[in-house]
């Protein structure tokens, strides 16, 4: 199910609310907890029930069963098998056309593709849960309640986009009264969180979306001019960036809707001076997990400054690689990690560059880096980035009114208050923020008004479903 759909706006939500809060306030928590476990089980399975059903609850029972094992007693070896058996099944899912495409390519070994469907979120409720596995073997997290851990792992907005959450800091907002006792303020001011990502999605990500998709099909075939190469990377960098935070702002909504605070997962990352700021504001609950899960059992910095640089590179390849089973995302993460480790060099150097030259290189960078991420192949990659610098000779151009929105959106994005700004949401602000005044209430219909006619036709899928 979409959150950018008429079925989840006008049915599943609204009724789901209305009985999570009717339930806890005239029969149990545990109940509430229970019903909204079973309705997140519902909107992951909408479209597909059978297969869908067969693995988030496999993942959940498999999670449940070695968690549990684990909070009584840490085990290493019982850890390495619970994680895994989750790395396992996202290998199948998800890198078993992948891995047998390169071994036809390299061994000529005619491997016939498996053709397994990935399924939606795959990779970040596997996430979400190997966290909790390595918690419990550190002693951070427990849960023995079979319903209260499917809520957990199956908790609806953020179940399918993220934001990857821990145990520790979302399922004791359950064991909270106040959760479960309705509140017109935090339901209105989750609402408006929810429209405001909602109007990113539909009104301004997705006409985006057309002016990007006619790049790469252009360069598909070949023959991309300069001016469109520019156009449509600069329109796909937006899009995503207003596709991805559009989800996230939606889930932040969603939750606070029922009560529960979920992390901020954008921190304005076109604003970034560095790439190390960049990934520091760009998809923030990721780059959280890959440092504490991964660069540091590595070994982090500890080990010198050359096995840092090492697993700094290791860390984004393999980020590359959770993001898709492509050679273009392997190649996107090693871009990055290249320049994470140029980064950290340079710094450890005592040099710094002015802001006047900081931000549009670090822009400039990561711009180039989203070329491979969209693109389906290494050649396409290769077409784009030599129409980029000139080189490219193909025919058509971009008109100069779509080169000037790009760049006048380009330039709001860099300077306007991002949603948390706005919103007031756990961060300090110079900028007006939420207040539930009738004039805030106008300007969130008026978004929900725009966006909602956007998606008469039909809902598109959200780039990172993908994932």
């Known amino acids: 199910m979409l959150f950018n759909s008429f079925v989840f706006i006008l049915g599943f939500l609204p009724v789901t609310l209305a009985v999570f809060y009717g339930i806890g306030r005239f029969g149990s928590r545990r109940g509430a907890a229970l019903w909204l476990a079973a309705a997140s089980f519902v909107f992951y399975c909408w479209g597909d029930p059978a297969r869908n059903l067969a693995v988030l609850g496999a993942s959940v029972a498999l999670n449940f069963a070695v968690g549990s094992r684990l909070s009584l007693r840490p085990d290493r070896r019982l850890l390495a098998l619970g994680v895994g058996l989750d790395l396992a099944a996202l290998a199948v899912f998800k890198y078993a056309d992948f891995a047998a495409s390169t071994a036809d390519a390299l061994l000529g070994l005619s491997v016939p593709l498996p053709g397994i469907r990935l399924p939606i979120g795959i990779s970040f409720f596997t996430f979400t849960q190997i966290a909790f596995l390595v918690d419990c073997h550190r002693g951070l997290a427990r849960d023995p309640r079979p319903a209260h851990y499917a809520l957990f792992a199956s908790f609806f907005p953020h179940l399918v986009a993220g934001p990857l959450i821990h145990h520790r800091a979302v399922m004791p907002q359950f064991d909270d009264p106040r959760t479960y006792r309705f509140d017109p303020s935090r339901l209105s001011y ?5 429209a405001l990502g909602l109007f990113k999605k539909a009104a301004v990500a997705d006409p985006l979306g057309f002016h990007a998709d006619r790049l790469f099909a252009a360069a598909a075939s070949g023959a991309v001019s300069t001016a469109e190469a520019w156009t449509g990377t600069v329109a796909y960098a937006l899009q995503l960036y207003f596709d991805f935070s559009g989800y996230s702002d939606m889930a932040i909504g969603l939750a606070l809707m029922f009560g529960v605070r979920l992390p901020v997962n954008f921190d304005s990352p076109y604003k970034a001076a560095s790439i190390v700021d960049f990934w520091r504001r760009w998809h923030v609950t990721l780059s959280a997990f890959l440092r504490d899960y991964l660069y540091i059992p590595l070994g982090g910095s500890r080990r010198g400054p050359a096995r840092r640089y090492l697993n700094l590179f290791l860390t984004m390849l393999l980020g590359g690689l959770w993001h898709g089973a492509s ?4 190649l996107w993460g090693a871009i990055h990690g290249t320049g994470l480790m140029a980064a950290h060099l340079w710094a450890g150097r005592g040099r710094r560059l002015p802001a006047a030259l900081s931000w549009p290189l670090t822009a400039l960078f990561v711009l180039l880096a989203w070329v491979p991420f969209r693109a389906a192949t290494a ?30 959106l380009a330039f709001v994005v860099a300077a306007a208050p991002n949603s948390q700004e706005i919103m007031g949401y756990g961060a300090r602000s110079r900028w007006p923020v939420w207040s539930g005044s009738l004039g805030w209430a106008a300007a969130t219909a008026g978004a929900f008004g725009v966006a909602l006619a956007r998606i008469v036709d039909a809902p598109t899928y959200f780039l990172y479903f993908r994932f």
């Open 379 to 408: 050649a396409e990659t290769w077409t784009v980035w030599r129409a980029m610098l000139g080189l490219g000779g193909g025919p058509g151009a971009a008109s100069l009114p779509l080169a000037g929105a790009l760049v006048a």
């Open 327 to 330: 050679w273009t995302f392997v």
């Open 190 to 194: 989750g609402l408006t969180y929810f």
